[in-house]
């Protein structure tokens, strides 16, 4: 019963590294999403993807890059790692198309950038 | 834009105590409104939602209703437990029109109780 899958739980990267974090989702859901949460300020928006070969611009875009690797994946790609991007990392899933589904959340990747 | 703004924490509260957190929103059209609960090192998980006006959901004893009238969807649940520290969000969708960029949060309470 994985549900949302995210890797690596945590990782530690220098300013100016490369990292891609890892989604799969098992529940056959067609849309994804990439959000980061940092104190106080809930979570926003980075990416999503509406269905496999699209993504779209969330809030907070800047500094990264998406993938809609096919249905069940969707990665995140910090290509200069900037400590501004320290944060926690979630990625989502929804079923849309059915009125009003929530998101299904995987557990997070906790990234520091030094 | 919409928005969802959440009483801010932290709560903290003895076990058993009542509790009440505050989410008010700001939507055009017709939203869906949820709570989700973060339990520590965990994601996001949906505690309760409700669809449209004077529907209540409830879950775990949790309850919310949701009043168009006062733009609110509040958190409540009679007697607390220790099980129950987390964060608690409160979030927004509207109807799906194609666009799968729906939920909207607010920036979340967190709650301690404390035995």
């Known amino acids: 019963n994985a549900g949302v899958t995210q890797t690596p739980k945590f990782q530690v990267l220098k300013t100016g590294q490369s990292m891609t974090l890892q989604c799969a989702q098992d529940m056959n859901h067609n849309s994804m999403y990439w959000y980061r949460q940092d104190p106080g300020m809930g979570l926003r928006l980075i990416y999503y993807?509406?269905?496999?070969?699209?993504?779209d611009k969330g809030e907070v875009p800047n500094g990264y890059n998406v993938s809609r690797l096919n249905k069940r994946e969707f990665s995140l790609r910090l290509e200069s790692a900037a400590p501004s991007q320290t944060s926690v990392y979630f990625c989502?899933?929804?079923?849309?198309?059915?009125?009003?589904?929530?998101?299904?959340f995987g557990d997070g990747t906790r990234l520091s950038i030094l | 834009g919409d928005s969802v703004t959440q009483m801010e924490g932290p709560v903290t509260l003895s076990e058993e105590a009542f509790l009440t957190i505050n989410c008010t929103y700001t939507a055009t059209g017709y939203p869906s409104l949820f709570w989700y609960v973060q339990y520590p090192g965990e994601g996001l998980q949906l505690l309760l939602k409700?669809?449209?006006?004077?529907d209540k959901g409830s879950n775990k004893g949790f309850e919310a209703t949701y009043r168009k009238e006062t733009t609110s969807f509040h958190l409540e649940k009679g007697s607390v437990q220790v099980s129950d520290s987390a964060v608690y969000f409160c979030?927004?969708?509207?109807?799906?029109?194609?666009?799968?960029?729906?939920?909207?949060f607010g920036s979340g309470t967190q709650l301690t109780v404390l035995p």
């Open positions: 979030a927004l969708s509207l109807p799906d029109s194609g666009s799968a960029r729906q939920l909207t």
């Open positions: 409700a669809t449209k006006a004077d």
């Open positions: 993807s509406a269905s496999e070969g699209t993504t």
């Open positions: 989502a899933s929804r079923l849309t198309g059915l009125h009003n589904q929530p998101q299904h």
